[in-house]
């Protein structure tokens, strides 16, 4: 543990570790310090001066995020000075802003006008004609306004610490400075969409989101993002529709930091697309009561299997578990897992090659590794009565090896959101409708080994149920065809 | 002191004879005979007491005491020190280094040897304005040359010590004369002047402790060790000893570079070495450390001495010692906005209040200098330059800012003169009925002929 020093901030008394910033100190403590070019993941650049505070002893404000705490420093975050500081600033950040609001994607969550509300004047004096800056295509996923921009560096840091292409740097000098790429290189990293985020104005913008949405039209919640075992906290933007919009990062400093990959924020398409509606037997449309009814009749017969993906939460695990052991002893329970690849590594992130959010959890309460469990099914090669398939897999690949495990079945009962490949294929007697991780609450353990808990961020979209619901259906159905016994009896 | 012995320059003293840049020369007027002797056999220390005890100040601007500076060196970090020399001279209205590097680069090369034995650096950098061609051919070549002889390379003067010896060309940029900024523009990066601390004694070039002086403090350097703490204070003043190189230019009859003891009167330096003002002028004023230095009245010349201090106390600064002479048909305005364009140029654009600052200076003394700007924009420039100053990495806003609010504290009139009540403001005096329907209609269908184009917001992506 590193040493503590005491220091006052706007008066009140502190203890913080003495590697801290003056900046880290205040936001730790509560104290609002206004800042665009700091970040918390990122190295420290102290370029856009707007985070100055007074510190006693020193003639004149000084920049929060490059000043080192140290024993009895007074701070104060409030003052002529400082205010007149701040407002000096904001005035010299705006007079060249094209000041587009009302077309910029960024506005309603833009430092500027957060800032400018809070810290700036009242009125511009700024008359002459502002400096035109080029607007660019990053790349795939980003688009800059080089009017906008001020040049906080911010994705310049980015580039280089945690996503390590460098593709970004600051071109001509002055107020005629902006964001370019190197010549020849594309703003095309896995990473990339997080430039956007901590983009504090409307500069870099997302071309997937680009006019999309007003931000205040949207409403968010907290979720944890199931593509791969890295298991980033994301927040989840929604519009009035219900529509997923965006996906953004939340951060979390022991899992994902500041950062998500693009693939994670932009694979909520299956959400909204390819549905299964509703149960199915047969492939016919069919209610819950006679879907429920034809699975349990199909999950008595002899020799059933059941397989669980990885994609499915801790307790629709456990729940299944606990509703095979308990209602059907004989079947017995396999796991399987979505494909696996090479981990993407860069020097401030690592994008699992695990494309499964819950490997871990499935080792914990099935007890199974995927692989080898799905193997051991496999070379069994004996006929299967019913396969009890508890699928969730977006965007799943069929492999041959699951292809000859439902060959073997007599009849599969599928559990799944999708209506998809999966569903056509083979011998799929009855389907029932489940929901995507943004539907329904679970837990999924990441690779780290840290199980994180997540609400549903939206209305279910279909008639589905997550499985947990489904089982326990299945278990008082199967208790309603049985005498009654008990007290009441 | 100043009865000491009658003056004669120092660094300059062989610049005129053909051929001072040569090896040849330099040794044989007893060069490197002092980097010869004290190099593997002095103490480092010692030679770092000396410097310290001349009282040498740094001669870049900031004027901060050399021998100090380098007893700052961090040491003991397990990283190598370097010594970087900054030739980037780009302030306008000096003209010094680049004598010392065209005439006399052995000078500077034998200054480099003892500093680099002083602060036990074996690796030292000499960054060049990009535009000095002929001082970067001519270093070079000394450098090749002292390589040829041994005194540069591995072991030096036959002792056990290495020195290596990079010459480096800017490529342009004012603010890479800006010490950390250089020291990024060596690194390769963009010449972005780094935050301070750490200062550069402690982390400087590539992270490692790095000890930045001017061409001429390096040049003083070989001749005070060669002669002494003593000889070089028995000139100057007190707090600021020993001899600077000032560069005259203006309204003077003989604008130049010379060599004097520092304490002599401002006014010594423009009638005796500058000949007196030309014919038929009188003096307006005096820019006194280069184009960043608050400008002088001729009131406050009369009572300036050329030491740091007397220039601090009149509420400029010595500077790096470029002297710019304004005379009486100089039109302000226009030398008002010939700064600001230079400053708007040359911003780096890394701290807001400079980026935007210097630009609109400029764009300000633009309108003053067209004549067409608004009374209430007299007190604008002095708020957007006091909104600039001490609020930036570096010190180019407070370079930009410290001229346009002496020039506005000095020459207030100037700028009033050339403002008028704009237009719209007198249509708005104008009562509503003497505006005509016809007149309205027109500027509806023609649109206000004032309307400025507002329209910054990118109409496509």
Known sequence: MTKQVNMKIDGKDVSVPADWTVIKACHENSVEVPHYCYHPDLSIAGNCRICMVGVKGMPRPVVAC??????GMEVSTTGKDVEEARKGVMEFLLINHPLDCPECDQ???????????????????????????????????????????IVCTRCVRFTDEVSGEGELNVIYRGDRSEIALFPGKNLDNPL???????????????????????????????????????????????????????????????????????HGRLSFGYTHENRLQKPKVHGKDASWKEARAAALELLSAPHSVALVSAWNTNEAMSAMKEFLNTEFPSIRIFGYANKTEADQTFPGFTISGDKNPNRAGLKQVLGVDPEASIQALAA??????????????????????????????QNVVLLDFASGELLRYGNVAVALPTLTSFEKSGTFVNRQGIAQSFEPVMEPVTYGMPETEIVAGLGTALRATRPATGVLA | MADATPFSPVILKHIHEPGSHTIEHYQARGGYETARNLVGTAEPASLVKIVEDSGLRGRGGAGFPTGKKWSFLAKGTGKPAYLAVNGDESEPGTFKDRYILEKDPHQLLEGVILTCWAIQSNHAFIYLRGEFILGYERLEAAVREAKAKGFIGKNIFGKNFDLKVVVMRGAGAYICGEETGMLSSIEGGRGYPKIKPPFPAVSGVFKCPTIVNNVETIAAVSHILKHGAAWHKQWGTEKSPGFKIFCLSGAVKNPGVYEVPLGITMREMIEVYGGGLIEGRTLKAVIPGGLSAPLLTPEMV??????????????????????????????????????????????????????????????????????HAHSGDVDLVGEVAKNMRGRTICVLADAAAMPMQSYLQHFRGEFEKRTHEPAHVERLRTPRDEITPTAKRESVQHGAPNVVDVGMGMDRV
């Open chain 1, 107 to 149: 506005s309603g969550e833009c430092k500027l006008q957060d800032y400018s509300y809070e810290y700036g004047r009242d009125h511009g004096r700024f008359h002459e004609e502002k400096v035109r800056k080029s607007k660019a295509t990053m790349g795939p996923h980003v688009k800059y306004w080089g009017s906008r921009c």
């Open chain 1, 66 to 71: 490059a000043q080192p705490v140290a024993e």
């Open chain 2, 302 to 371: 009369d009572k300036c001495t050329l030491d740091y201090e007397s220039l601090a106390s009149l509420g400029s600064m010595l500077g790096s010692g470029g002297i710019t002479v304004l005379h009486d048909g100089v039109d302000l305005m226009s030398a008002v906005y010939n700064t600001m364009r230079f400053y708007h140029h040359e911003s780096c654009g890394q701290c807001t209040p400079c980026r935007e600052g210097t630009g609109w200076l400029e764009k300000l003394a633009h309108k003053f200098h067209g004549g």
């Open chain 1, 192 to 262: 990339s969409m997080n430039t956007v985020d901590i983009c504090p104005v409307g500069a870099l913008v997302s071309s997937d989101f680009l006019f999309q949405s007003r931000v205040w039209h949207l409403h968010s919640n907290p979720s944890v993002c199931a593509d791969c075992a890295v298991g980033c906290n994301s927040r989840v933007d929604m519009d009035a529709k219900n529509l997923i919009k965006r996906i953004v990062p939340r951060r979390n400093d022991a899992v994902n930091k500041s950062w998500m990959c693009d």
């Open chain 1, 380 to 409: 069994e090669n004996a006929a299967i009565g019913t396969l009890f398939l508890v699928h969730n897999i977006p965007g799943f690949e069929l492999t041959r090896e699951l292809k000859a495990i439902m060959d073997r079945a």
